[in-house]
């Protein structure tokens, strides 16, 4: 049996206040959305303060992985070395690789070149060169919460095209961040994400999202970056996903490796980028949680 919370019973937050005095005008604001037909979040994906700290504290150790990344990046280096230092570090400091053995994943780090789209997997016979451009999504696990994030690297000298690849594909993701606001829906962000692809003539990848992170590696909602403004779920304070449009050079079609399963390819050979961050939405906005 499951009785409705009412006004005096604790709150389901764990806060210890009562409901009337935490989540119970949340939760109507919520309900009126949800009576107008949108997507809302249930109380399963609204993370507490402690937690939100949590994923904040991981994030630290995914951001030095990244910066550690970003250093020693460099030609002539190959993606299992880039594996090794990401592994490492991240035990170093007392975590986990999220990626290793994840779904039956292989490594503790993805890297993608060129027209890898994500999930590439790094490899000692996989050498970088000169004009590469190259995406490394670190994840990390840190007493028990999930971070997630991941830039673009150029190696070396690339031509303009991939360069210019390279900075739309990270303004896309920031376009997305100033839509990140309570009270709105993902839609108006992957809406902003995609306009700003568009005007740069570029294509949104749409079968591969982000998603929900912080208790687990990949959590509701799955988030996309081609939606149209006022579809997809309501975002409310308390959520935590990842921004983390693929933005291709050609069209959007891709197509995964059938020998390992795992990497995406663009599908017309073109390039493509990703840049990554996880954000908690807020009161007022948003937080980059980790970038
Ligand atoms: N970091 C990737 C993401 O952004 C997850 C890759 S799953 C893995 O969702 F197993 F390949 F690591
Ligand atoms: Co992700």
Redesign the pocket.
Known sequence: MHRKLERNDPCWCGSNKKYKHCHMQFDEKIRAFALEGHLVPDHGIIKTPEQIEGIRESGKINVAVLDYVAANIRAGMSTGEIDRMVEELTRQNGAIP??LG??G?PKSV?TSVNDQV??GIPSDSDILKEGDIVNV?V?TIYRGYYS?S?RMFIIGQTTPEKEKLVRVAKECMEAGIREVKPWRFLGDMADAVNRHAKENGYSVVVDIG??GVGLE??EDPFVSYVAPKGTEMLMVPGMVF?I?PMINAGRADIYIDDENG?TVYTQDGKPSAQW?VTVAVTQDGCEVLVW
Do not use: K, Q, R, V
């Open positions: 999220a990626p994840y779904e994943f993805c994500c999930h999504d994840s997630d991941s982000g998603h590696f990949h990842t983390e795992w990554e």
